[in-house]
């Protein structure tokens, strides 16, 4: 018996060979590239072959669809001879530009999703063909995914050309496919509501999951159909299911319209509240005109208040919710990442931009320091919320960047930016010039959806330089501005929560990843919804065994689970043996095992140390197991008994 190992044939587009790699990699698949089709050495393992759509071959390379080797074609078709052979004819291609999708993929077993560019049109010439799903377009139908098996040789077509489409959502170019004004706000960023005509339902759907989906469910079937485990690197470590990732950005701290702050006196008559209301109200409008007046580089309304009187009067603000928050998670058992500003923006900056800056801290401050320590202790992470002058300003962003590591005393931070501003792919350049290990901007601010068509981490690709760019995306899903704020969405909590859960719904479908992004500068007694909104939101997330993480560690387990490469592979009816080279220790490294024929009973070691049974989730088919992965090589041993 053997184990599957992918070889993807990357003699092909980069955009579309980065998409196969992508896909290959979040699926934790032992796959290698090759070039040159007489390399291919099948000893070593059971071997299937990916070939791209824009895969450069020559008529003697085609001759590979004639031989026992398993194939899966995305969206590459060979000659005519080579296809009627197989038992289909080209008749046509079909091809749509973006923003516009080409078709609609339908599986058999009711997946759906949309693609983009071309796809060849076949006609079909044989009943041994099996048609594992169709496409819709233009009001038509076409063979989407065929395929052909006698024994060992399986081929699989999935015509619709999937990779590319993984490029368009990675790389940000719906930004530069839409030219039109209408579709962008007054910020410059993408308006999520106005292109619901063009994406359609699909809005709410992870694409690339959907994707990733179709692809391994065909290697599941070859799998089985040649009696082969199936072995993969799990998604998350300790066997979660998905991920649930908490951020918060801290725009403001004690923001309060002075007009509000007086009605709240009057109303309730609590004295010293009312003073304490009034005092900050005050305070941010001097503050605010202070800095619109240049005479002061930075806006702190906690800066302009005697210590003494802060202490006395902060239980009285209402937007100060750190301590709500921290309760929250806590009776969760979460950690969060939280972003502050570095400090308030400078007139010179600041002219040409906006006409209000929303901050009224700077890191400066006792009580703000104070707070980022206390977070740091209860194991959180500290990141930069970039101003909306540094997302394409160099020196703006790296000004910033020092302040923060000065105060947190590390290089490796993550960062978001302000409103969800970016300039694609600028943007991403410049936060991995400037070394940051993940940005976490990538999401849509007037309504809700997969804006990357995914939740999970990826590297984004710059489209202009023919590249993946070395800094991760971790796009956020669920922003509670969207729903709530007046200018957006302007939802109930009940419509709001409902939408919320819909969306964990579907992450879980995939075992995907729901990062959160939530403002503690809510007015208790205006906004309570909006806490209780976010506290039902995690206890329906739990249901679904989440890894409660936060960004900066998503985004080092993201790395380092790319990193970890399978080696040697033996197998035989009752065993099989990997190793694993992993580049540093972590705990609860995770490993799913599908064996063809059923699994009843399983002992698993690994470095000749047999793991517990709590390590160990079996399921009809397949096992589940968890362990702490030593850098460099961890022998796997699985003992079967069917």
Known sequence: MELLKVLLFSRADPEEEYGAIELLQRMGLPFETVKDLNEIDREKGFTVLVIPHSAMMSANEEEIFTSDLPIISIG???????????????????SVQPPSYCGQLEMSNGTKAPFYYSFPIVETLESSLVLMGKIYAQGKEYPGVIGKSHGGNIKVFILANLLRSVTYFLSGAEESVLKSSEFFDEYGRINARKIRG?????????????????LFKVLQDICKMNDIPLVQ??????????????????????????????????RKKRIKEGIARLLLAFIYQASSFIF????SGRRDTYGMLPQQILQTFL??????????????????????????????????????????????????????RRVIGTLRQKGCEIGLHGSIASYKNTMQMQSEKSKLIEVIGTQHIGVRQHRLLMDIPGT????????????????????????????FPFNPWDIDKKRDLPILEIPPIIHDGTFYQEHFLNYSAEKALEICKGIVDVVRRYNGVITVLWHPHIDREKQRQWFDSYSELLRYALEYDPWRTNAMELAKWWILRK?????????????????????????????KMQAP?????????VNGQSLECNRIEKYEDSILFSFDMSEGANEVKIMMNK
């Open 563 to 591: 990193k970890v490469k399978f080696g040697k592979i033996e197998a035989d009816k009752t065993s099989v043996k990997f190793s694993l080279y992993s580049p540093a220790n972590y705990q609860g490294f995770s490993i």
């Open 315 to 368: 239980p009285y603000n209402p937007y100060w919710n750190f301590d709500v928050f921290d309760r929250i998670e806590k009776e969760f058992k979460a950690s969060n990442s939280t972003y502050f500003f570095q400090t308030g923006v400078s007139r010179k900056t600041y002219e040409g931009l906006f006409n209000r800056i929303e901050i009224d801290y700077s890191i400066d401050s006792t009580h703000i």
């Open 233 to 266: 690197k799990w998604f998350y470590p300790f066997k979660h299911k998905i991920a649930l990732c908490l951020t918060h950005d801290i725009d403001i701290v004690s923001s309060m319209p002075f007009r509000s702050a007086l009605e709240s006196f009057l």
């Open 198 to 214: 063009i994406r359609k339902e699909f809005m709410e759907t992870p694409v690339l999951e959907v994707y990733q989906e179709i």
């Open 597 to 605: 024929d059923g699994i009843s009973n399983c002992e698993v070691s």
């Open 76 to 94: 590459f078709v060979p000659n005519q001879r080579i296809s009627e052979n197989i038992g289909f004819s080209l008749n046509n291609e079909k």
């Open 428 to 455: 991403w350049e410049l936060h991995a010039q400037e070394g940051f290990i993940y940005d976490s901007s990538y999401g849509y601010a007037h309504d809700f959806g997969f804006r990357a068509g995914t939740g």
């Open 292 to 295: 619109k007046t240049h005479l």
